[in-house]
């Protein structure tokens, strides 16, 4: 496995990335299908437009980790959420049932949050903010 944040490979030629998109324009869950998908990193683009500021829900830890083949405790990986909304407007990613997010969370319009996702235990995952920058 290799280690977690090499963004700068590409998607197609590495397995163990993944890239997905979420189009939605107000507040919604974000399905653990969008925040998994890959054994080491996860991007996820926001591209629907704001209108306002809106909180982006965690599925459930439950879900997240069955969402995860041969998922186990202690399993960590990246995921990148991107705000490419061409509003103006931040989103604030919110935790579901059994899910902490640990640091900031807001991510403003035409930026990046990185958080390293673990599998705390067999019914939780905590998401903890490690960095951001600019798309």
């Known amino acids: 496995m290799q280690s977690i944040f090499p963004w700068t ?12 998109v979420d189009s939605s324009a107000v507040a919604h ?17 926001l591209t629907g437009a704001l209108a306002a500021a809106a ?3 965690t599925d459930t ?3 997240i980790i069955s969402a995860i083949p041969l998922a186990y405790v202690g399993q960590t990986y990246g995921l990148r959420i991107i705000n490419n909304s061409s509003g103006a407007f931040a989103w604030t990613i919110v935790a579901g049932v059994g899910v902490t997010v640990n640091g900031t969370a807001t991510i403003a319009q ?15 995952v905590t998401l903890q ?5 600019t798309t």
């Open 110 to 124: 035409n930026t990046f949050r990185d958080f390293v996702v673990t599998i705390a235990t067999a019914t939780t």
């Open 29 to 45: 869950v974000l399905t653990a299908a969008k925040l998994t998908g890959a054994a080491v990193d996860v991007s996820l683009a």
């Open 9 to 20: 490979r590409k998607a197609a030629a590495q397995p163990n990335l993944a890239y997905n």
């Open 129 to 133: 903010s490690v960095g951001v920058g």
């Open 61 to 63: 830890a439950a879900d």
């Open 55 to 57: 909180n982006a829900t």
